[in-house]
């Protein structure tokens, strides 16, 4: 049993996933490992999108009948969420 492994990984991944999705993702950039952000799922990933893009008062499209997170999201974030009709 190695004892170093315990506890929780930084939330936003560790170096070496990070490394092999810049390996992978992006060959020829000058991305490091601090420009990478691996969440545990789709929410996390959501959230941490839209409080990069977005700004107090912004809106965005979602659609209709979605997934309901987007505009769980967008209401923290005090961003409109605009629905707009699936065909």
């Known amino acids: 049993?190695?004892?170093?492994?315990?506890?929780y990984i930084d939330s936003t991944g560790d170096n070496p996933t990070k490394e092999a999705?810049?390996?992978?993702?992006?060959?020829?950039?000058?991305?490091?490992a601090n420009d990478v952000i691996v969440t545990s799922g789709a929410n996390m990933g959501l959230l941490y999108a839209l409080m990069a893009l977005c700004e107090d008062g912004d809106n965005i499209l979602v659609p209709e009948f979605g997934f309901p997170f987007f505009t769980d999201v967008a209401r923290s974030l005090n961003i409109e969420a605009r629905p707009?009709?699936?065909l």
Request: charged share 10%.
């Open 1 to 7: 049993m190695n004892i170093n492994n315990h506890g």
């Open 21 to 32: 999705i810049i390996k992978h993702f992006a060959q020829g950039t000058t991305a490091v």
């Open 84 to 86: 707009y009709r699936l």
